[in-house]
Every structure is written in C-alpha cells, then in structure tokens.
C-alpha cells in the first residue's frame, strides 16, 4: 500500500536499491465517514483527494491528520454525491476528477475545528500584525528592545514561546505528532485571544522616535510570527511558507542590504573584541547576541565557534567580515530550509521565565472562572461590575494573583479585584449523599455518613470540590445507629435487647469520591461564586446606575466598531457618528461617555439626528433599540 502510493519514477530506483523510501512511518486507524462508517468507490461515498484538497484546504487536511490519535478512527467527513460541485486544478476549473468521476461536495467537522481554532486564529494574528506594521513602517532591523526593559506581557508570551519550542521539538523527536500540535493549538489560543487582543491599543496609538514600548510590541509579535512559521512548517506547510515569505523575505527586501550589514557587524566584531581582549565567556555572551540577531531575520548560523576564530584571525574583524556575512546567501529562501527552532540560552539575556508563565496562568484561570460567572448571570462581558473576591489557601497563587490585578480587572471589566482570607460570609457548600453511589458501596453506612457529613466542618470537604476524595472516620456514629437498629430488631422478636448484638458493626472510616457527594451551592444575594485549583472567586452581580451608563456607552461602541469594519474603512479614517432615539438612559450614557466614545470609534463628532436614513437598521443598546449610522470625513 505504502508503495503503491509513490510516483512510479520514484519507487523503481528505492525498490532496485532494496531501500526503504522513508526513515520512519506514521500510521493511524481507519478514516471513515462523520458517522464512523466506512466510505466506498462503489457506493459513491469515497471521498477523492482532489475533492477534499479543493474544498478544506491541504494545511487543514495535514493538521487533521497530525493532531488525530493514531490509535483512533478518524471520521473524516462526508461526501455528498447528489451535489455535484467545480473546483480549481493547475490546469484550470474542473467538475471531474482525474478519474473521470464527478466532483461532489465534501464536508467535514475535524476540517472546520481545524479552521475555526487553529488556522484562523494564527492568520488572524498574521495579518493583524501586517496591517499595522505596515501602517507604522515597522523596521525589523531596528535595535532591538532588551527584553528585561519590556512590559510583562511581552515576556511571558516570549517565555511561553520557549516552551512550546521544547515541546515541538521533543514530540517531534519522539514521533508524538497530537502532542505537539495540541501544543501548538494552546499557545495560538494564548497568542489570538490573550496577547494580541490585550495589547491592541500599543498597536493602534500613533508612536514617535522615542515610542520604546510600541517598537517593543512590535518586535515581540515579530518574532513570534516568525518562529511560528518555522515551528508549524510540518504541519501546516503553505500557510507557514506564506507567512515566512512575507515576514523574512519581502519584509527584510524593504530594508538596506548595508543597515542589515551593519547590524550584525556591530555584534560580530564585538564578539571578535571581547574574545582578544576578555576571553571566551565574554565573547559567547556577544555571540549570542549576533545570533539573536540572526534569528530574528531567518538567518541560520551552524558554526558559530569556527566563523569567530575567522573573524578574530589576525585580530583585524573588518577584513573578514564582509565575505563572513554576506547576508543574501545566508537568508534561506524558504521556511523548509532554515533549521528548526531551539530554545534559546540566557545570553545575551534569559527569556524563559516559570514563574511569569506560572502567574499569568494564574491571572487566566481567575479570567475564565470570572466569564463563567457573568454567563450564569447573564451578564455580558461590556457591562461593567463593581467587584470580584477571591481567596486562595497558597500564599504563593494569591500573590501572583494580585500581583496581576490590573490585567483581571481589564479582562473582566471591573472596577475592583479584592483578595480575602476566605469568602464565608458570600458563599456555603452543603455536602449530601449520592445515595444511588453511596447505597451499594455501603449499605446500612449510608446513614452514619449522612449524619457525618452534616457535622463535619466545610473545609474538610473542600477536596471535594476539586475532584479529590476524603476520608471520614464514622465510628461515633456507625455503632450508635448500628445500636439502635439491632436493639429495635431484638426487641421486635423477643420483647428484650441483646447487649451484644452491636459488636463488630463495620469499619470506622469510609473514602468518599466527588461522585459520592451532590453538592449544593447558597449564595449571598446579588453574588455568584465558583472555584478551581484552590482558587475561591465571588462576583457582585449588583449594578449601579452610573455601571450601566458605562455599559450602554461600552455597547454603542461596539456597535461603531462592527459598522465600521461593515464599511471597510481604513484603521486611521475618522468618521462622524449618528443615532436616533428617545431613551433617555441611552441619551444620559451617551451624554456622560460622549469623550470616551469619541476616542474609541476615531469619531470626530456624535450626534443625536431625527432623520434616519432608509437603509439603516436599529441594534439593542441597553435595553433600547436605536438606528446608528456613520459618515466618513
């Protein structure tokens, strides 16, 4: 089968030479269909490779197969051979495969989770950067920021870079292609939805000469893209050349040849200095700085000790450097020529950093746990809330989180984030029975545990609520019960009690498991709380007057924004703002927020208008609904 699959002029020479035409085979389980199925030529059901390739994209079909478990059946799809369709070949539109058999529709659920989480979010980030970097002239050449000078977000999403790093390049290594994918698909998550959205107002203010922490944002989000492509090249090949191609190639052609020269010299020769002058360390620590160059711009350096001794020979750089570094050559023309990513050294400076990878995850579980609460409550994330509680037993996870107050309070749109010993007087857990769990485990027990349970103190349930079990010790009570029931028993049958028929009643502890326990939940009015990890969270679910003048005002915003982006207006267009209505809440919010508003949507003007034009429609502000229309300047 293997062979079968390899073009002819190719297996011929690999079969004379007895030879294997790959080092290493990935398999996996059946593909079938998205009802588990398998899929036939006969029946019209088999999905042919110019049909799926057409259709979901080829870097979809690879991450599919790559982030499958091979143990499992992959349900691939479905092809649909009453809807026939044309695609696009080389050789130009087609509604025939190469076969001669119709093409027909083929869809697939893993294809569009492959899109949805993984494709789209690392473009997204792709062209958020290029549309902006684009915008402000960014200059990858430019002297790089040092990165213990930039704000902490830019070095833990570097931190957290040199992690995945390590781990591609050890599932690689070990052929666990879902693992480094579903590492792979983390940190896109982390780079889309926490990185590039935090950090959007660096992007979008305009910067002058002196603008350090902008040139920061851009030289982090830089990096990242490239290393990324370099990373994801096995398995999403095209997408990753694309974005190489534009980033290194295109992106440096903008450049001088001789400033990127210049660059690197700089480095270079004060590695050659610090080794005649201050010995070996010194000059690792600047050739590690030249490096960090290079890999910046996609050079690839393998003899880093051997060019050093050439450049130092005869104590005079200049004369070897230009031949050293000619810079065309040594910039690989394509992603699948530069060597795969390592994780960087401390010099000339440290970038993996545990502890800020740890804080911020963290800072990220408190975020998700705060988004929970507002969707039980029904309170959407651009209202504004007064306060969220929290409580931690680990000293070191309640420092870290308040250490990153600021971030939750801006992720969760509140005004205040209050740490606490505990959250006692806003939330009690009652802990009862599973009696259809607990029953055929233990019996006539049941009702000690129940009563043991009652008079037992919460906190030594709390494991509970984290999926762990207990043990609790019911000797007090199971022989009392057991007592009473015997004597009752004895009584009934012989009108006297035996005093002996309580011995050897039944284990004095019992091990309880979450599944054991229904817990039940009571809160203090206008507060909803959750927990995980240790962390407690209470959210004030009370709204003020002026908190829900803000909340209008969030969503008029909104809404600006998404007729703005309707209109495909460049990111720098001013523009004038209308509405109508007779709300007075609306009016108050828009009156109070008008400053706000005006600087959020680049309007030079927003203005109550009685005349609404035909075309536009009305959208929920509040409670209200209003037509808003907008103007270009």
């Not at 990111?571 to 007075?584: F, L």
């Not at 008008?594 to 929920?620: F, W």
Request: aromatic residues 6%; contains cysteine.
């Amino acid at each position: 089968m293997i062979h079968a699959t390899l073009p002819a002029a190719s297996a011929v020479p690999l079969t004379a030479a007895q030879k294997r035409p790959f080092k290493t085979l990935l398999g996996h389980r059946l593909v079938m269909n998205e009802d588990g199925q398998p899929m036939h030529k006969s029946d019209g059901t088999a999905i042919w490779f110019e049909e799926a390739a057409e259709q979901l994209g080829v870097d979809t079909m690879r991450w599919m197969y790559l982030a499958h478990n091979p143990a499992q059946d992959l349900r691939f799809g479905t092809r649909h051979k009453d809807k026939p369709v044309t695609i696009e070949t080389p050789d130009g539109p087609t509604d025939h495969t190469a076969e001669g058999l119709p093409v027909c529709e083929v869809v697939s659920k893993p294809a569009d989770e492959v899109r949805r989480q993984i494709l789209i979010p690392l473009w997204n980030s792709y062209s958020f950067f290029v549309n902006y970097a684009r915008l402000d002239e960014f200059d990858p050449l430019a002297p790089p920021v040092p990165i213990s000078l930039r704000p902490e977000i830019d070095r833990w999403i570097l931190s957290n870079l040199q992690v995945l790093i390590a781990t591609c390049r050890r599932e690689f290594e070990n052929y666990n292609t879902p693992g480094a994918c579903s590492a792979a698909a983390a940190f896109i998550d982390d780079l889309s939805n926490w990185y590039i959205r935090r950090n959007r107002r660096r992007f979008w203010r305009s910067r002058d000469a002196s603008d350090t922490d902008k040139l920061a944002a851009y030289q982090t989000l830089y990096e990242v893209l490239v290393t990324l492509s370099k990373l994801l090249a096995p398995c999403a090949p095209f997408v990753c050349e694309r974005m190489y191609q534009n980033l290194v190639i295109r992106g440096l052609r903008t450049h001088s040849g001789r400033e990127l020269k210049i660059v690197v010299m700089e480095a270079m020769q004060s590695a050659a200095e610090s080794k005649i002058n201050s010995g070996a360390l010194e000059a690792a620590k600047w050739m590690e700085a030249a490096d960090a160059w290079g890999y910046r711009l996609g050079l690839q350096r393998q003899h880093e000790q051997f060019e050093l001794d050439r450049l130092c020979e005869g104590h005079d750089p200049d004369t070897s450097f230009i031949d050293l570094m000619d810079l065309e050559e040594d910039i690989p023309p394509s992603v699948h020529l530069c060597w795969y990513p390592k994780p960087a050294g401390d010099y000339p400076e440290p970038v993996l950093d545990p502890e800020l990878n740890e804080r911020m995850a963290l800072a990220q579980l408190v975020v998700k746990l705060g988004h929970k609460l507002r969707e039980e409550a029904d309170l959407r994330v651009r209202q504004p809330l007064a306060e969220l509680r929290f409580a931690c037993q680990d000293p070191q996870q309640r420092a870290a989180i308040e250490r990153l107050a600021d971030v939750i309070e801006e992720e969760l749109n509140l005004k205040k984030l209050t740490s606490c010993d505990h959250l006692d007087d806003l939330v009690s857990y009652v802990y009862k029975p599973n009696q259809k769990a607990l029953g055929p485990k233990y019996g006539k027990l049941l009702g000690a545990i129940t009563q043991t349970l009652a008079a037992t103190d919460p906190q030594t349930l709390a494991p509970l609520r984290r999926g762990e079990g207990v043990t609790l010790n019911v000797g007090d009570v199971a022989p009392r019960l057991a007592s009473e029931r015997d004597a009752s028993s004895q009584a009934t049958s012989n009108g006297s009690v035996d005093p002996n028929a309580s011995r050897g009643a039944t284990s004095p502890t019992v091990v309880l498991l979450p599944t054991d326990i229904v817990i039940t939940t009571q809160q203090a009015a206008e507060w909803v709380s959750t927990d995980e990890r240790g962390v407690q969270i209470a959210l004030s679910t009370h709204l003020t007057p002026e908190l829900l003048q803000e909340g209008i005002a969030r969503d008029f915003v909104r809404q600006v924004q998404q007729l703005r982006k309707d209109a495909n207006l460049e990111i720098q267009a001013r523009i004038k703002v209308c509405y109508s209505t007779d709300d007075a809440d609306v009016l108050a919010a828009l009156k109070s927020w008008g400053e706000y508003i005006r600087g959020e949507t680049l309007a030079d003007a927003v203005n109550l208008n009685s005349s609404v034009p035909t075309d536009v429609k009305a959208v929920t502000i509040g409670s209200a609904k209003l037509p808003i229309w907008i103007d270009v300047k």
